[in-house]
């Protein structure tokens, strides 16, 4: 890990005064200093240039009879506008924030999975991007940033898509793509990363640092969070728990090796043990992996027999895949979210937690949670406006927390 400098400590505690206003609301300086742990000096040079830039504004002053009046200080919403993109293999959700991280506008274009072409993604991504824009009525000179998530390997600071297997790409230099044809401040990442931010800053990260944030649809990763910090590995790769072995030589997964969570967690794993459930099933015979987490949620309200069975040894899966992580990472928090968890988490986690204590160190098993993140709309989309809000800030010379694991 690189050497922190006196500018990454300035950084980060100025992290930690944006992540108490956005879990406190209106706070005093004095309530910003219990929350974040820094001393009440520190807190107000930080909030004095937060509000110097228009980030923080003095919500309302109060009087206690006693000494000076105290003024409560909030994130200014009106500031600038954001955007955060979510781009899977088969959809673009784009929504529209203000400062305070309040969405505004969400609007989704659907993206045909059997076509691969950056040019037709980008299309995609600058077509939802406007249409939430004219949704929520706001001109693009309000926008401050876009932030993107793009599946698979990506570097944000090289503004490269590394690899993403669906779609072949390798090496992709997608920020640049995307900066000409929005025409906007452009931030990428991938959704590992984007889902842990969300859970960090509106999530069970507001009590618990150690957090991690299971996504699940039609690719399986885990975003991570020790100490309160984002865990990215010098490449950016770090939650790839989708790509962790959980049968040895078992199915073949779509990043070319064999046996990986993916392969069983994943929406086309879970097709594919349906089909040996129950080959004639109906559920089996759906093109779209959309289309076939629907017909198990509705076969599920029904009690139909084969669909319990899937969803028990689809439990089975990630239980045991799930104690790799509880025992390698220790955290205190797992939360589950994603298309998939959306549609059938009502059985499936409840489930999986019925057999997590047996896949689990005893030591371990005994400090962590397991729930589906309650964490409100499209995390992926709000973690990537919340990037795109830091990368506003060091632009303005106000850089925001660092990442660990870097270097």
């Known amino acids: 890990m690189a050497r922190r400098t006196a500018r990454d400590i300035r950084s980060e505690s100025r992290f930690e005064v944006l992540h108490a206003l956005f879990a406190l609301g209106p706070s005093t300086?004095?309530?910003?200093?219990?929350?974040?742990?820094?001393?009440?000096?520190?807190?107000?040079?930080?909030?004095?240039?937060?509000?110097?830039?228009?980030?923080?504004?003095?919500?309302?002053?109060v009087s206690t009879g006693v000494g000076r009046?105290?003024?409560?200080?909030?994130?200014?919403?009106?500031?600038?506008?954001?955007?955060?993109?979510?781009v899977a293999e088969t959809y673009v959700e784009a929504t529209v924030f203000d400062l305070a991280l309040g969405a505004l506008a969400t609007r989704s274009v659907a993206l045909d999975e059997h076509v691969h072409a950056p040019g037709y993604v980008v299309e995609g991504i600058a077509d939802a991007v406007e249409q939430a824009l004219a949704a929520a009525g706001v001109g693009r000179d309000a926008v401050i940033?876009?932030?993107?998530?793009?599946p698979g390997q990506v570097q944000p600071e090289a503004g490269v898509s590394v690899f993403a297997p669906h779609w072949s790409w390798h090496d992709v230099g997608i920020h640049d793509l995307l900066t000409e044809r929005l025409r906007l401040p452009v931030r990428i990442d991938n959704p590992l990363k984007a889902i842990a931010i969300a859970e960090l800053w509106f999530g069970v990260g507001r009590v618990s640092r150690s957090i991690a944030v299971v996504n699940l649809g039609t690719g399986v990763g885990a975003g991570l969070a020790i100490g309160g910090a984002i865990v990215r590995g010098p490449s950016n790769n770090a939650g790839e728990w989708g790509h962790t072995m959980l049968v040895l030589d078992g199915r073949g997964c779509r990043c070319g090796r064999q046996?990986?969570?993916?392969?069983?967690?994943?929406?086309?794993?879970?097709?594919?043990?349906?089909?040996?459930?129950?080959?004639?099933?109906?559920?089996?015979?759906?093109?779209?992996?959309?289309d076939f987490v629907a017909a198990v949620?509705?076969?599920?309200?029904?009690?139909?027999?084969?669909?319990?069975?899937?969803?028990?040894?689809?439990?089975?899966?990630?239980?045991?895949?799930l104690g790799d992580l509880v025992n390698m990472v220790n955290p205190e928090h797992i939360t589950l979210t994603g298309w998939t968890v959306w549609q059938l988490g009502r059985w499936l986690v409840p489930a999986t937690q019925e057999r997590l204590e047996a896949q689990a160190l005893p030591g371990s098993y005994r400090v962590?949670?397991?729930?589906?993140?309650?964490?409100?709309?499209?995390?992926?989309?709000?973690?990537?406006?919340?990037?795109?809000?830091?990368?506003?800030?060091?632009?303005?010379?106000?850089?925001?927390?660092?990442?660990?694991?870097?270097?």
């Open 29 to 61: 300086r004095m309530e910003l200093a219990r929350e974040s742990g820094l001393s009440l000096a520190t807190v107000s040079t930080l909030t004095s240039e937060l509000i110097s830039e228009g980030v923080v504004r003095v919500a309302e002053t």
């Open 297 to 321: 949620a509705e076969g599920l309200r029904r009690d139909d027999p084969a669909l319990q069975q899937l969803v028990d040894r689809t439990a089975h899966y990630l239980a045991a895949a």
């Open 259 to 290: 046996g990986c969570v993916e392969a069983y967690v994943g929406a086309e794993g879970m097709v594919q043990t349906l089909a040996e459930i129950d080959p004639d099933h109906p559920a089996v015979a759906e093109h779209m992996q959309s």
């Open 145 to 150: 940033g876009v932030g993107v998530s793009l």
């Open 69 to 86: 009046p105290h003024a409560r200080l909030s994130i200014d919403p009106d500031r600038g506008r954001l955007v955060g993109v979510d």
């Open 368 to 407: 962590v949670t397991l729930a589906s993140s309650q964490v409100e709309g499209n995390m992926v989309a709000l973690g990537m406006a919340t990037f795109a809000l830091e990368a506003f800030l060091l632009e303005r010379g106000l850089p925001s927390r660092v990442d660990v694991g870097r270097g």
